[in-house]
């Protein structure tokens, strides 16, 4: 609206209805008053502007006044307020949307590391091929070189005790067949003999101590034992019922899996009537529960059962060293074997328990220490140490801070390859007998500390006085000469 003094000359078409005279403010010209008013209880907001406007023959003085009722603009601050929030609610699920997918692109090569670890467990490969970025490299290099030394290891531990087994059956095989083994006690003296050497052959080759176990598939193993089982006990016509599932396994070596059930399931054939039963359930843990409709065992006779030579029955077969031999290989595989009478077919029950859950969790420990371990070395190879030719003090100073870093990460490689081959030559001691291999590679390690110390001093000399000048020179040449040392370690034995 426009007034003249108090008079209206123009008002604008929402202003028609307006029944009301607006407070007259008198401004200094040019000047502008902004407040909040109330006209028949109703609140506005009221903007005045006095100008004054001139022609040829006379000054007039106007007042601009525009209103807005308070409602009206509350309404549309809340408006303004609402889209704000729509638009950052938007931009924020934009955002946390960009960023998951960078970082799932991201960890992408960690998924086909862990893939490939896992196709290793399962033993569908033997080592990890896949093409990762640098980063990665390192840890690749050191998986593949843990499980080529572990397979190495393995091989030549069955390949000692393969021959230590023919050597130790072949004098057995010519007493058994010498005089003495005519005498009763004799011959069966030189069965337990035979059984005890047997037994303790394959509790040393167990598949346990293996880094990385295998998964060994249940079912297959349970059907070719209840096969044999079928056949050796068919006078019995022994009924058994199975339950277990394709997708159960076990995790370690399928020979050992065999040793288990194979003397569960033949003494629970041996005590049985007429049932045996095999019930397997996997879920944080294997449990395999083997039972029979025999006479049980006694509850103060359970636990003499696990000792080698021991035995409850009456067979004329074996020595007593089956269950020692079950209760040998759930230990070293950390598991539980529990002894029990069955609710349901009122005989022995036997139960074995392996809680794979722990060692997961404990595996993927070991692999975030990995990552971690990877991500600071990462960050010390990509310090990058230079020096310009005509550099300040305090530049060099810095230069020399990146060089011990770099120094000390050159040393704790050269300190594990060192352990490495400490241990190779250990295992070759104990294999060959020869104690001269070690001590010289011992004695080399030590000169070689002496050699770079000595080494690095004359050039640390030739840059004297200018020490800083000499200190950088000393440890450039101290980390040449470890590196150095370390490709030399690298070469196989």
Request: aromatic share 8%.
């Amino acid at each position: 609206m426009i007034y003249r003094d108090d008079m209206p000359i123009w008002h604008s078409e929402s202003a028609v209805n307006v029944n009301f005279v607006p407070q007259y403010i008198e401004p200094k010209a040019g000047a502008a008053d902004f407040r909040r008013v109330v006209y028949n209880n109703t609140t506005y907001w009221q903007l005045s502007l006095t100008v004054i406007l001139n022609n040829i023959d006379q000054s007039e003085q106007a007042r601009f006044i525009l209103l807005k009722r308070n409602d009206a603009l509350l309404r549309l601050m809340d408006g303004f307020k609402q889209t704000l929030v729509d638009w950052m609610f938007i931009m924020g699920i934009a955002i946390a949307g960009l960023m998951a997918i960078g970082f799932i692109w991201s960890a992408r090569p960690l998924q086909r590391l862990d893939k490939e670890i896992k196709a290793i467990e399962s033993g569908d490969i033997q080592e990890i091929k896949g093409l990762y970025p640098v980063e990665l490299q390192t840890i690749k290099a050191d998986l593949n070189l843990l499980l080529e030394s572990q397979q190495r290891q393995k091989e030549r531990y069955r390949a000692s005790l393969s021959d230590l087994a023919h050597a130790l059956k072949t004098p057995l095989a010519v007493l058994k067949s010498s005089p003495l083994a005519n005498d009763a006690d004799a011959q069966e003296q030189l069965d337990r003999i035979n059984v005890m050497i047997e037994h303790q052959l394959k509790r040393a080759a167990t598949g346990a101590s293996d880094t990385w176990k295998k998964q060994t598939p249940i079912k297959p193993v349970i059907d070719s034992i209840l096969s044999a089982m079928s056949k050796v006990y068919r006078d019995k016509d022994i009924i058994f019922n199975c339950q277990v599932s394709d997708k159960d396994y076990f995790l370690g070596d399928k020979t050992d899996l065999m040793e288990l059930l194979g003397n569960l399931i033949d003494n629970a054939c041996k005590a049985c009537r007429s049932q045996v039963s095999i019930n397997v359930s996997q879920a944080r843990t294997l449990s395999i529960s083997i039972c029979d409709d025999g006479p049980g065992i006694k509850p103060d006779k359970r636990e003499s059962l696990l000792q080698r030579g021991t035995r409850l029955d009456t067979y004329e077969s074996g020595h007593g060293v089956g269950m020692a031999i079950v209760s040998d290989l759930v230990k070293s595989y950390h598991g539980l074997l529990t002894i029990s009478q069955s609710q349901r077919l009122g005989g022995a029950e036997f139960i074995l328990e392996f809680n794979y859950h722990e060692k997961n969790n404990y595996i993927l420990c070991f692999s975030l220490s990995l990552l971690l371990l990877w991500a600071q070395q990462s960050m010390a190879a990509e310090q990058q140490c230079t020096l310009q030719s005509n550099a300040l003090p305090e530049q060099i100073k810095d230069y020399t801070q990146c060089l011990d870093a770099k120094l000390n990460k050159v040393q704790q490689q050269q300190d594990s390859w060192i352990q490495k081959r400490t241990f190779e030559l250990v295992e070759l001691e104990s294999e060959t007998g020869n104690t001269i291999i070690l001590s010289l590679f011992k004695q080399s390690i030590n000169a070689k500390d002496k050699y770079i110390q000595k080494s690095c001093q004359w050039r640390y000399m030739l840059k004297q006085p200018n020490s800083l000048e000499a200190v950088v020179t000393y440890k450039e040449c101290e980390i040449a000469m470890i590196k150095q040392f370390i490709q030399q370690l690298k070469t196989g034995l």
